[in-house]
């Protein structure tokens, strides 16, 4: 394969026999579906994983870079899992900062894939285009931390990436992810959880970038095209460095924003406006806990704010104090203790678990304590209980064990499934879809459960990004959202960071693609590989059973007004629906074969 920027090289880790198959990359996949989340998710199809369980050794569980990883290109340091998620059944990609992607590209690899269930623990050792399975036994029952910080001892710091799982992977959590050494998360969808039950638990990655990263395909176009990204980052409003807001305030920056639009669901989202938002907002962090702002591999932005409480019982340092986990853990939960919200930040970190989802959990019990549902006392606010509870959660002791399953199997369990704020069994992140129409039929559409990155139309309703649009209109969504959903599609399979969105278009990524791996893209060929990647998520998940019925939303969105500056609003989600269909051209949620083959899908069974 003659194409730039990848290494033509990936490791198939059987973790039964522990054989490791090495294999060069498939040009005419590369070509269709890029890499990462893309190139992933045509893995889990060509295998038929939609008829695995998740917790299953049939389960599949990978780790793929894209073809600007580890090079110059700006905002090119994510790291792509991809899974069928035990949380929601659907196929589902989770991603990572820091440099472990770089490292895994300047190792060699483009990916490693892992089949099959290891007898013990073990983690892969990765180094000079080569993988060896080793004995994790003795770092089986330790922290995250615990786990990257002796491997790190054995091997170095120098050059030295490790990924890892914690107890919440190791107990099934549903909702456990991967940490690595920079306390980047993969938190979303349980990817930990798949690689708990395989007795994975960490990944250990040696790689140097001198002399180790990618060359571009049209050397002559290179630096014209890393320039061009540069350039608009340095004039995005949000991404412009040390002044734009996500590079001063972090996400966190949104806090106060959507309150203030009446979009910031507060007390499991019987409310959309909490009136003391304003004492975990990015800028109360920044003046009172920020103590660093660091970044990922080649990244001016630095959106990630590391905090730190010096006293008091909630002593702790931690990184990062990101919106949707001081939504998720405060105003979500009835809570402004910014104090008690990263030290529980920081057991996530450690354990391995997801903010969003930790907060979802705590907000249904909270609920259904207060309606009389649950006898286990958690009240709004209780943030002593909440902490105590996650020792539980991890250790699946008692209630903890009920709140491992995910809200909505919780909810199910306490006898009102109505409680969870959930799509597909994943809890919505941190914009109500009353106050923003869009966002709301993006949860709903989302192939891997309510998702905000899946298509973030919050940029142009809220952000004017790239136009402004009313967050009330409905008419029109389907289309801006599918155009969202096509665009994050392809950076999600480059990987590019998300927040580049913000600053650059399908005609600048095209311009990196291009001189990076020598194939000559527009932006509209952009759009189209995109939409090819989410044609195929959704034929995975139409394939594990999964249609237009499981495209909705709770019924408190769709039937109880949202207050503050959204007031009386509802999602108006059937609504978007029918013209997302149509735009999809989808028969109500079931990519069609005319689809499939308009998009070139080719697949290893008849559709």
Sequence with gaps: MQLGGYRNHEAWVNLTDGKIEYRKLNEADVKKYVGARGLGVKYMVDNQVYNAEPFS?????????????????????????????????????SHLGGWTAARLKWAGFDNLIFTGKSENPVYLYVEDGKAELRDASNLWGKTTRETINALQELYGKKDTSVMAIGQGGEKLVRYAGWMNEDDRAAGRGGTGAVAGSKNLKAIVIKGSQRGNMPEPALP?????????????????????????????????????????????PYKNSQETY?????????????????????????????????VEVKEGKYQTRTESYEYESAWALG??????NKEAIAYLINQCNDYGIDTIELGHIFSVAMEAYEK???EDKIEWGDVDTMIAWVDKIISRDGIGDILAEGPGRAAAQFGNADLAMVVKNQAIPAYDPRGVQGIGLAYATSNRGACHLRGYTIAAEIAGIPEAVDRFQVEGKGALLKIFQDLHAFSDSLDLCKFSSFSENADLYAQQYSAVVGIELTGDDILRIGERVYNIERYFNNQAGFDGKDDTLPQRFLTEPATGNSAGAVSHLAEMLKEYNEVRGWNDGVVTPEKLKELEIELSVEA
């Design 274 to 306: 909490f009136e003391e938002a304003d004492l975990i907002s990015g800028e109360a962090i920044r003046d009172e806990l920020l103590v660093a702002e660091p970044t990922c591999h080649a990244c001016p932005v630095a959106c990630k704010k590391e």
């Design 220 to 264: 002559e176009k290179y630096p014209a095209a890393i320039k061009a990204g540069l350039t608009a980052i340095n004039e995005g409003a949000l991404t412009a460095p040390n002044k734009g807001g996500l590079s001063v305030y972090g996400t966190n920056v949104l806090m106060n924003i959507m309150n203030e639009v009446g979009a910031l």
């Design 372 to 374: 009389g549902l649950i």
């Design 57 to 93: 050794p049939d389960n599949i569980l990978a780790v793929m870079t894209g073809p600007l990883t580890g090079t110059r290109i700006h905002m090119s340091g994510r790291l792509c899992t991809v899974t069928r998620s035990p949380l929601t059944g659907t196929v589902t990609d």
């Design 331 to 336: 105003a979500n939960c009835g809570t402004s």
